[in-house]
């Protein structure tokens, strides 16, 4: 259950995150008057507050002075040093800044980020009041800030991967000490301790002195806490003596009278195994530790107890409590669990193996090394722009003109011919500005993932100097929830730029509603947000704050998650085209029925997905409204686990009983592949979409005609009915090798049409653009016979993954599903020769496992490795087709495997 603070009130109404703490007293001679208990409780209240912001992409804490001073007041030293404390930098400005507005008083928090020194490698990536982790140091429990906490975690986890990997006889003794998953592992110096003798004895005298001091293994208390137990369990392990007098070292015990011993070990034990804990390896293990009684003997009678918990080194880290670290969550300002702060600030960019993996296809536009706790790291394709690049493209460069912009002019000619008095009102409007760009969207809303607003004629969003962004909507009429609607996406984009753009700057999105009346006439209000007045700090005060601001936008709008997440274990994000997301900015209103031609490994699904979750936004329909239509079971199992449609198959589609009663939308996918032996398909998708009370819906067909794999009527209209149309040129999914054979294989295509393919579409290929600088691997080979073949997959999927590539990696692909089965068991069994077996079919391709399944049913499909098992087809037409359809599945390497005997085509190899 989540613990939030309910006199923490997030409120609503603004474009930012606001927390409103209440009254507090401020001013230095104030606070010195209050009570400690009150002036801590207000101090633990900003604490929170600010912690949850910096954590949450910033924002502002609103408070009300509970004093009566009618002059400005500061807000207190022992305030401004408790947020001092919580970035653990003097620099307070860094992330706050102060300001009076008659009785309310706001700090203005900017978005924690790790941008310390670079010489500073320990860089927490979440901000804490406190970690709850503690260490022993000579005979002293110290607690952890944030950095030391993040430099011990940091050490477990490097110690704890060194374990799993190596022998122990070849583990370096400064790793065994802190971890204890297996006997080998126990500190020498631990067992060594003369406190041992004393653990092992019955009984001790009354007023005994020990014949040790404290130290790093031994503590002497009257009475224990939780931070005992943490720091032992953290630095090697020790004895706690509870009735032991610390500076005497003289044996005192707890009275007989007083002690129940068993219902006090079963508390202590109780209490110590609900400390909370992580690992870093995979035992799990609970924290070990032993509690005894000794008996404390006075003149040979029982006087009392001393009680000893020896407390062994944990593997992982034990915290005395939950770290005191807070975010906005559901609207409510929540302490993060243990498990949730570790996340967070373990949260580092892909480790060594896993980036030098991505860094030979991918380079980095987003590092987390510097950003904002809620920051993904975000890659895009070698060969494809940069952020900046983008950003130049998409919102102009902003360096070579002194003038204020309007984009994108096409959507700015479709408003101005529509809408009378736009123009002059906005030019109005933007007159005060000068250097800087106003964006225009039919929503941005939409773009942002949100809901549409109906009245809305469109929004824009200005980013010029000497200003803080602002984004307007105008309205066709009045609308009481028009403000409503400008704040909450205001707030979207604020949130975004920081969370998903790793924007570091100080920011907020102003917003204003502007209505046109039909006569022309215009009037502007002012947002809510106009009665907080920012600090000049949030205003963008060059062409450099602009432009960074910019590229954090560009993330927002064309980043989507890469189908690697799910391979690599953690998110990742990459980037759409230019070319891809101009489609998917498409007004759907005015483009109900598209057609979209893309060749091979152009992101044709990729837009599909994300089609659909606009549409869901712009028609105001759910999920189970929307349709998504394949030819084969693999790729509609694969949409269908994103959770943003209903998916069939087109076989499913065309059974006479399902009528789809509740589908207003659909997307076809594949569809060079269709076929109409169950019926047209193309003339029911149409019925279904134009049955609407409110007009047509969307059916968008994407298609790949190279990849055709039949000479069967598709049951698509005839080319030059295929209109409105547009084309997806830019290859980006293969490697170079892999790319240059796909364009061979293209040509044969184009050269040697199927008698079924309009030849009119493939001039498609001539206007194709590559990716280039990914390397790759191509390799093509001959084999006696199925066994060689199946020997030459297995053993080179075993040194592969001695690599570093996972089964997830892998698919092997044959021509026909009937060859499936016939290699399925030969290769088990070759694979069992080195002693693993980890294939299925391609309807397990979201497990860890190795696909094997045939070319028809992985279509549409992708992994980074491939072996093509004897391509061939009972259709000479399309056979170079159906070979272009199995080598485009792999992103990095491909391997052809021939039979020396029995393959006409081999010449084309």
């Known amino acids: 259950m989540k613990k939030h603070n309910p006199s923490l009130v997030v409120e609503l109404s603004l474009p930012d995150l606001v927390i409103n703490v209440g009254e507090v007293t401020l001013g230095e001679k104030n606070r010195k008057k209050l009570k400690k208990t009150q002036r801590e409780q207000e101090k633990e209240k900003i604490s929170q507050a600010a912690c949850a912001l910096l954590n949450s992409g910033g924002g502002v804490i609103r408070m009300e002075m509970a004093n009566s001073d009618e002059h400005p007041v500061e807000m207190g030293l022992d305030l401004e040093e408790s947020l001092r404390t919580l970035i653990q930098s003097s620099d307070l400005q860094a992330f706050f800044e102060i300001n009076q507005q008659g009785r309310c008083f706001y700090i203005f928090v900017k978005s924690w980020n790790t941008d310390f020194p670079p010489e500073d490698r320990f860089k927490p990536r979440v901000c804490s009041l406190g970690s709850s982790l503690h260490l022993r140091s000579a005979t002293s429990v110290l607690p952890m800030n944030s950095r030391e906490a993040f430099c011990f975690l940091e050490t477990k986890k490097r110690n704890a991967k060194l374990l799993e990997k190596e022998p122990p006889n070849k583990i370096p003794r400064v790793a065994k000490q802190n971890f204890r998953c297996a006997p080998w592992e126990t500190s020498i110096s631990f067992f060594l301790n003369p406190a041992r003798l004393i653990f092992q004895r019955d009984h001790l005298e009354h007023g005994e002195i020990l014949p040790f001091p404290e130290s790093q293994y031994v503590e002497f208390k009257q009475f224990s806490t939780k931070h005992h137990i943490s720091a032992f369990a953290n630095t090697g392990g020790g004895y706690l003596f509870i009735g032991v007098e610390d500076e005497s070292r003289k044996v005192l015990g707890c009275a007989e009278e007083n002690i129940k011993h068993e219902d006090l070990k079963k508390e202590i034990e109780d209490a110590i195994n609900k400390l909370p804990r992580v690992h870093f390896c995979q035992s799990q293990c609970q924290i070990t530790f032993t509690v005894k009684f000794l008996e404390v003997l006075d003149k040979g009678q029982l ?8 407390v062994e080194p944990f593997c992982g880290a034990v915290f005395s409590e939950a770290p005191r670290s807070w975010m906005v969550k559901d609207k409510e300002v929540c302490c993060l669990t243990t498990e949730e702060w570790v996340g967070m600030m373990m949260d580092t960019d892909p480790e060594a193996t896993e980036l030098l993996k991505l860094s030979k296809d991918f380079e980095s536009q987003l590092s987390l090394s510097s950003r904002p706790p809620l920051s993904r790291p975000v890659y895009s394709k070698k060969g494809l722009e940069h952020k900046e690049d983008l950003q130049q493209r998409l919102f102009s460069d902003l360096v070579s003109s002194e003038d204020l912009q309007f984009t994108p002019e096409s959507l700015l000619k479709e408003l101005y011919s529509e809408y009378e008095g736009l123009e002059e009102l906005l030019k109005k409007e933007m007159h005060p500005f000068s250097r800087g760009i106003l964006i225009f969207s039919r929503s941005w809303a939409v773009d942002l993932n949100l809901q549409e607003k109906q009245g809305v004629i469109c929004d824009a969003l200005l980013v010029t100097q000497n200003s803080p962004p602002i984004l307007y909507t105008i309205l066709g009429e009045q609308d009481a929830d028009g403000q409503l609607y400008c704040t909450r996406t205001a707030f979207t984009l604020k949130q975004k730029l920081v969370n998903m753009g790793g924007y570091t700057g100080k920011l907020c999105v102003m917003t204003k509603v502007l209505h046109l009346s039909p006569e022309s006439n215009a009037e502007s209000f002012e947002g809510s947000d106009s009665l907080i007045k920012y600090p000049e700090s949030y205003y963008l005060a060059d062409t450099k704050q602009m432009e960074a601001l910019l590229q954090s936008l560009v993330i927002v709008l064309l980043s989507f998650r890469s189908f690697l997440s799910d391979q690599l274990g953690f998110e990742l994000l990459n980037l759409l085209t230019v070319q891809q997301y101009e489609i998917i900015s498409k007004n759907l209103r005015k483009t109900p029925e598209l057609f979209i031609h893309g060749l091979p490994g152009s992101g044709k699904t990729i837009v599909a997905m994300k089609i659909m979750e606009k549409i869901k936004n712009t028609m105001g329909c759910e999920k189970n409204e929307i349709l998504y239509v394949c030819e084969n079971q693999p790729l509609r199992d694969f949409i269908g686990n994103k959770d943003i449609c209903y998916s069939v198959t087109r076989k499913t589609f065309m059974k006479t009983n399902s009528n789809f009663e509740k589908i207003k939308h659909i997307i076809i996918d594949e569809a060079q592949n269709f076929r109409t032996e169950d019926g047209n398909w193309y003339e029911k998708a149409k019925t279904i979409t134009e049955r609407g009370k409110d ?66 579409s493939l001039n498609i290929f001539s206007e194709a653009e590559w990716s280039q600088g990914v390397p790759g691997n191509l390799e093509m080979s001959k084999h006696k016979d199925m066994e060689q073949m199946v020997d030459y997959i297995a053993k080179k999927c075993h040194s592969l993954l001695e690599a570093g590539y996972s089964c997830k990696d892998f698919a092997v692909i044959c021509s026909i599903a009937s060859d499936v089965h016939i290699y399925k ?27 094997l399944d045939s070319v028809r049913r992985f279509s549409g499909l992708e992994r980074d490795i491939v072996f093509a098992i004897n391509p061939t087809t009972a259709e000479p037409a399309v056979f170079h087709n159906l070979v272009l359809c199995l080598a485009s599945r792999a992103r990095k390497q491909l391997y052809i ?12 190899f």
């Open 695 to 760: 007009g047509p819906g969307i059916l968008w067909i994407f298609l790949d005609y190279f990849q055709t794999s039949h000479t069967d009527c598709c049951g698509l209209p005839h080319l030059q009915y295929q209109y409105p149309r547009e084309e997806l040129i830019r290859v980006v999914r293969n490697a170079d090798k892999i790319a240059n054979y796909l364009q061979e294989i293209m040509h044969e295509v184009r050269e040697n049409p199927p008698p079924n393919i309009p030849w009119e």
């Open 825 to 851: 068991s030969k290769l088990q069994r070759a694979m069992r020769k080195r002693k693993w077996s980890q294939s299925r079919n391609a309807s397990y391709i979201m497990g860890k496992h190795i696909v």
């Open 303 to 310: 006087y009392g107890y001393v009680c000893v918990i020896r």
């Open 897 to 908: 495997l021939i039979p020396f005997e029995g393959m006409t085509n081999s010449a084309s």
